[in-house]
């Protein structure tokens, strides 16, 4: 299980720091962030790989970083210049070493008004 938490509701310009903690004795292969905006699918925010690797959206580059140790929790997503578009629900990810069986946390809405 995987436990998400830092969002909320910010002006533009500023910044929140999402936290995901996972149960332990998991070991992941990557952890990241997808966000889902109202109306619209799914996206891939930020990932990190076990390797220390990252990717991210081209919308988010430059402003967001994905930090933590990607093998274990927990991993974090520093969230800066923050704007209306990055509105969302934020969801935790990571997929198992072996299995790759993929977790998902709950959720964390992330506002930014204008």
């Known amino acids: 299980q995987l436990q998400a938490s830092g969002g909320g509701l910010v002006q533009t310009g500023g910044s929140l720091r999402l936290s995901c903690v996972a149960s332990?004795?998991?070991?992941?292969?990557?952890m990241g962030w997808y966000r889902q905006a109202l109306g619209k699918e799914r996206e891939l925010v930020a990932v990190r790989y076990s390797d220390g690797s990252t990717d991210y959206a081209d919308s988010v580059k430059g402003r967001f970083a994905i930090s933590g140790n990607s093998a274990k929790s927990p991993v974090y997503l520093q969230m800066d210049s923050l704007k209306p578009e990055d509105t969302a629900v934020y969801y935790c990810?990571?997929?198992?070493?072996?299995?790759?069986?993929?977790?998902w946390g709950q959720g964390t809405q992330v506002t930014v008004s204008s």
């Open positions: 332990p004795g998991y070991s992941f292969s990557r």
């Open positions: 990810n990571a997929r198992r070493i072996v299995t790759n069986y993929e977790f």
